[in-house]
């Protein structure tokens, strides 16, 4: 065990943090989830990918440094310090990107990964439908496949709903089911589609935060080539539960951004000291002692991760576990704010510009979204611990 | 950066999980409880395996493995609720007679003599025999007291596998005073709390295990409990818990080699992480069991009884909350991943 950073990790964590320094926009951008805040926060992941930051982790044929995971680490790290913008691109790069390494063929990698690297295409996923949420087998929006002299393609039809990204993103991704006999995880397939093909309409929603985080997409025979399928056919659900093990594992949330908000809760504290209550204050402490943990675990996971071990449904419990710990953070927040946690950003009084209220109603998405937690104790339940399922 | 145990090191744990599993049975420990026995008779053996001496050096006659890897051990002690004084003798005395350079050392590897501790964080000393001897740290003293000048007084705990004793000295040998015998009391602390957090990690593992198995025996409106979410669901909990503080432990153990500040905060830390997923664990295993989990017919109590026991040693939580909160609370503390690993290698000592 060697708990040390070696010297070539410390000159690529100075490396990430001078190109930062001097790329990082000085003023937050905008919401990502409103047209102009989307826009620069795309502009973003073209400078990212200027300087091949876009994702360390891939190889370099598609835009990537070829990083190991704790390069990836230290990566998020400076990032996070240097409070560069969220990631507009997060559910193509950490999510699609690693599956379509692993499942899409050569003309789908290179059709799809540099230009997801450079921020050209914006992804968005489309699992739930309004009848399947956390029954997710219940879809039942329908590809179906139609012969057309050696250019196959697929007929899309049904509905998806709390599509993150999508109501100004380029591309979704999600399962259908091919086969219209089938039932619950059998006869699904992977396909990706252009949100602005014939036949699809977007309706966003509005999110607690009053911008169109999510939307809504009716299929009505939209066609895409059958070549837009990930993977055989059929083998959907097994590529989708794929996606959602890098979801939930270690990709989607880097303990970089949970220890950044425990860093900002603790500086907020220190700030307000005279007004809070013992109780709050060994919240905060609590926070930051989790926050700590969540990176030690994730160190931990990677090690073993790069010795050739495997992630499996212990994912889950990192799922639970960041999740629980954001939103007991942003709480803990408001309640040192106080009379002013109400305040919307722009406005004079607000704290930090409103910025742990929405971070808090934020943090109320992350128990339920990448299945919800509930779900996420019933895998560990029955794959970690071997209990019957109920 | 490698955040892993060597191969070497898991097995010798393996091998630890082997013995000790077979050594201390549930059915083992309740004939002990029954006999209300002295000794708990299977020092001999663990000194047969190596573990005493397990952090001596080996030109000392022991194993001389890494602060780490013992951490794997006193976790495989746990989990059988071992009633030896494993991590006290082996985990804190034994490294620092060897920073002492004690001859006594040699003894406790060889087998020849146990040295248990005494510590101002600790009012009571547990599981001597008449053979024993007693290191103290004291407030500006480190004392050896050898068993013929040992006076002890018994006091009764809930465990009823720990053998509580309140001692007083006739006779002792200083072996350190002042701020050098300070550096040692805080060095035992240090060693006790994160090696104590191993145990708890055991012990937690081990209550999840057996109430697992209980939830799929037991059978309630036709089914069994363990097909309930309600019932799965808080062990999914107590599980979480307690796969977030095992790095925390661990990352503890190797930082105890290198006798800082940040050695402190980390073992501080550990320890807090650590009885509270063993704290969490009993109160879901007990919940689970219902009943029965009540009374002295099921095993849990042994363990969840040492869980309430080892919560309190080596500095209790608040003890260690405070440590962690004087510092992380403090203007200026580094914080963030800057402090979590260590930017440079620090030299370890042997």
């Not at chain 1, 990082?24 to 795309?42: N, Y």
Request: aromatic share 10%; hydrophobic share 45%; net charge negative.
């Amino acid at each position: 065990m060697d708990l040390a950073y070696t010297s070539a990790q410390r000159e690529f964590r100075e490396e990430v943090r001078a190109w930062l320094a001097e790329h990082v926009p000085p003023e937050p951008l905008p919401s990502l989830d409103t047209a102009v805040g989307f826009e620069l926060h795309r502009e973003w992941e073209r400078t990212l990918n200027s300087g091949n930051w876009g994702m360390v982790t891939w190889p370099v044929e598609y835009g990537g440094r070829g990083c190991d995971l704790i390069e990836w680490l230290i990566f998020e790290e400076e990032y996070y310090r240097a409070e560069a913008p969220l990631r507009v691109s997060q559910n193509g790069i950490f999510l699609l990107g690693p599956t379509l390494m692993e499942f899409g063929d050569d003309e789908q990698k290179s059709r799809f990964l540099p230009s997801m690297a450079a921020g050209d295409e914006i992804w968005a996923q489309a699992w739930s439908e309004p009848n399947a949420g956390s029954d997710m087998a219940a879809i039942r929006a329908s590809a179906t496949r139609v012969a057309d002299g050696g250019r196959d393609h697929y007929v899309l039809e049904g509905q998806k709903i709390w599509s993150s990204r999508a109501a100004f993103a380029d591309w979704g991704f999600g399962i259908f089911r091919t086969d219209s006999e089938s039932k619950r995880h059998r006869g699904l397939s992977f396909i990706l589609f252009p949100l602005d093909a014939d036949g699809i309409t977007v309706r966003p929603i509005r999110q607690l935060d009053g911008d169109p985080g999510f939307a809504e997409i009716f299929f009505d025979g939209a066609r895409v080539p059958a070549t837009n399928r990930l993977g055989e056919e059929g083998q959907g659900w097994q590529i989708a539960m794929a996606t959602a093990g890098f979801e939930r594992g270690l990709m989607l949330r880097s303990p970089a951004r949970f220890q950044k908000t425990a860093e900002r809760l603790v500086a907020l504290y220190r700030q307000e000291a005279g007004s809070v209550s013992p109780e709050t204050r060994s919240r905060v402490l609590q926070a930051y002692l989790d926050a700590e943990a969540y990176c030690l675990n994730t160190y931990y996971t990677a090690s073993r991760i790069m010795a050739g071990g495997t992630i499996g449904s212990e994912a889950s419990c990192n799922k639970i576990f960041w999740s629980e710990l954001d939103r007991d953070m942003h709480r803990t927040a408001l309640a040192i704010i106080g009379a002013r946690a109400e305040l919307r950003g722009g406005t004079q009084d607000a704290v930090d510009d409103g910025r742990w209220l929405d971070g808090y109603m934020f943090s109320l998405a992350g128990p339920i979204y990448a299945g919800t937690n509930e779900i996420q104790r019933n895998i560990i339940a029955e794959r970690c611990l071997g209990m019957p399922k109920g | 950066m490698d955040f892993r145990f060597g191969s070497d090191e898991m097995d010798l744990r393996d091998g630890a999980r082997e013995f000790l599993r077979g050594r201390y049975t549930a059915e083992s420990l309740r004939a002990l409880v029954g006999r209300r026995a002295e000794d708990t008779g299977g020092w001999a053996e663990l000194v047969e395996m190596g573990f005493a001496g397990f952090l001596v050096p080996e030109s000392r006659g022991g194993l001389g493995m890494s602060t780490e890897a013992f951490a794997l051990v006193a976790e495989e002690a746990g989990f059988v609720a071992c009633p030896e004084p494993l991590v006290d003798v082996a985990g804190v005395v034994a490294p620092v007679l060897a920073e002492l350079e004690h001859d006594a050392v040699a003894q406790i590897a060889a087998g020849e003599l146990r040295v248990l501790s005494a510590h101002v964080q600790n009012p009571y000393v547990s599981q001597i025999v008449d053979s024993d001897a007693v290191l103290q740290f004291m407030d500006n003293e480190v004392r050896l007291i050898r068993g013929e000048n040992l006076r002890r007084e018994t006091a009764d705990s809930i465990d009823p596998l720990r053998r509580l004793y309140r001692i007083d000295a006739l006779d002792s040998e200083t072996l350190a005073t002042g701020r050098r015998a300070q550096a040692l009391a805080a060095q035992a602390l240090f060693r006790g709390a994160v090696y104590t957090s191993a145990e708890l990690l055991g012990l937690a593992a081990a209550m999840i295990d057996m109430t697992i198995k209980y939830a799929l025996e037991r059978r309630q409106f036709g089914a069994a409990i363990g097909s309930f979410q309600a019932v799965k669901h808080a062990l999914a909990t107590a599980f979480t818990k307690l796969e977030f503080a095992r790095p925390v432990v661990y990352r503890a153990a190797a930082s105890l080699a290198q006798d800082d500040e940040r050695a402190k905060l980390r073992a501080a830390h550990a320890k807090v992480a650590a009885s509270d997923a063993g704290m969490h664990a009993a109160e879901t295993a007990i919940q689970i069991h219902g009943a029965i989990g009540y009374t002295f017919e099921a095993d849990l109590h042994l363990w969840m009884k040492r869980v309430w026991a080892l919560a309190g040693l080596w500095g209790d939580r608040n003890h260690h909350l405070r440590i962690l909160d004087r510092t992380i609370l403090a203007e200026g503390a580094e914080l963030g991943p800057a402090a979590t690993f260590n930017m440079e290698r620090t030299r370890k000592r042997s």
